[in-house]
DNA sequence: GGATATGGGG
DNA sequence: CCCCATATCC
């Protein structure tokens, strides 16, 4: 089984882009979309659906938007935070349009659009934070009910510094602060005792890991290049899209690689896919 | 000697529309643009240069903007009426670049982007009327130092019911109204007494005639469709673009043709290219 | 730099 | 419908 996880930057403006990379790329079961930026009415269903997939979306006007595009049938598809969390702790994390989540084969699909923060101690930033922290208990409460879990998407953060393409300002920079970074490694500890945190040995035991890092230590494989400044032509790029596997899915992880193609197309999204195989 | 007339709608959005048709027109001497929309360090010079022409602009900021693309050096390039004209006369009419004109083998070609004038009665038909009015002024200051002129553009004005799909509201539209249409023929009567004027037989003893006319009385000939209602595909145009000649170069035309091409591309300009040969 | 929205212009 | 401009977001 493949899911493979794409921020589109619109996917109207993307289409062809996503529906000729389905095509090239048919053993991918699911493709999970970020920043669709398209109300539900107005997304292009038509296209995918022509081509044999099922399309299941969450999205809003103009910013944000998630979407999964599977070969079968998904069950139990659940939209925003809200959908198995109380709307006190939600609150009003669920205006914008970042989650979306759905089963196939007894494996739970966690689609995510983490916001980006804008800049250190802003208020976008803090939005961030607070909206990582609610992930956490999202995850706690789904890891209750599930032991296959793949939680991908766009996570706006770099975790360790061989995945960003420069050390400089990496500390004051949105994506690699290390107050993102510890936050999310928070999150990811999910299940794991404060003591286990500390300890690499024990990986596997509860949490989840970056599919990714299952295959390779190498620094320099990136999913996003900014548009500006020629980042892409100089390779100055970050990778912040990730799939965070549970145990079990972890140790099945056959393979996972980023499809560097679909940024040397013409107006590409500035993010490229990120495939996970187990 | 070939001369083209193409209102662009933004020259650097349609910048490789022009230069291919060029390259497929190799006998068009030299290529009238409207609309170029840019100001003149933004004109998209090189591409044009590359291929061989010699470029002269006369543009402004997002709106209006004329420029000649010559295979040829062109001479006694002038820019605006104010070039020929008393800066009291013209007022305010030179604010927006609308004309442009040169010589070429001895005869002047002069290309206009004749105001829209937005609907009748508004100030912009008045702008539009008072605009002709000056113009006529021009011509005539033109034609007492040029017996060849090739006055061309786009005119905004369909001059007969057969140069329009429909004969619906022709009264009340723009671009067809009998006030538009009698003021374009008192400035193309340039040095015909009124008495002249109200005669066809004389039609080459002076003023200026459509080109296009001298090949075919045929009606359903168009050069411009609305980008709205699927105007081209269902063929609802206008022939508003137009080559008018002096007598002594209406005598020598050989053809003056519209080519339909370019406005079946993908992003078209709503106007399609109109060719005079002589 | 490229996506969106809105508003003016045709 | 498709230009442009300005503004916000990333």
């Known amino acids: 089984m493949q899911v493979a996880s794409w921020n589109v930057n619109s996917i109207r403006t993307r289409l062809s882009h996503a529906t000729d990379w389905l095509q090239t790329n048919p053993e991918v079961d699911v493709l999970c979309l970020q920043e669709t930026k398209v109300v539900d009415a107005d997304f292009p269903k038509a ?38 969390l109380d709307e006190e702790a939600v609150g009003n994390l669920d205006e914008q349009k970042r989650v979306i989540s759905a089963v196939l084969d007894g494996v739970r699909i966690l689609n995510l659009y983490v916001p980006n923060g804008s800049s250190i101690g802003s208020e976008k930033y803090e939005y961030k934070l607070r909206w990582l922290a609610l992930l956490k208990q999202y995850l706690i409460k789904t890891l209750e009910e599930t032991t296959k879990l ?5 996570f706006n953060i770099a975790l360790e510094n061989k995945d960003i393409y420069t050390d400089e300002k990496r500390d004051k920079h949105i994506m690699s602060s290390p107050k993102e970074r510890e936050t999310l490694r928070d999150v990811l500890a999910v299940g794991r005792s404060p003591m286990e945190r500390d300890s690499l040995s024990d990986l596997l035991g509860v949490g989840l890991a970056d599919a990714f890092r299952k295959f390779t230590d190498e620094g320099g ?35 996972c690689w980023i499809d560097v193609e679909p940024r040397k197309l013409e107006k590409p ?10």
């Open 47 to 84: 296209p995918f659906e022509e081509l044999g997939y099922h399309v299941y979306i969450y999205g809003q006007k103009a910013y944000n938007g998630v979407a999964l595009i599977s070969k079968a049938t998904l069950t139990d598809v659940r939209m925003g935070f809200g959908a198995i």
């Open 150 to 154: 793949n939680v991908c998407g766009d």
């Open 221 to 255: 494989h990136f999913s996003w290049w900014d548009y500006r400044a020629a980042s892409f032509r100089r390779n100055m790029g970050w990778r912040i899209d990730h799939h965070y596997l549970s145990p079990e899915l972890y140790e099945q992880a056959t393979r």
């Open 269 to 278: 999204s500035d993010h490229t896919p990120v495939i996970v195989e187990y």
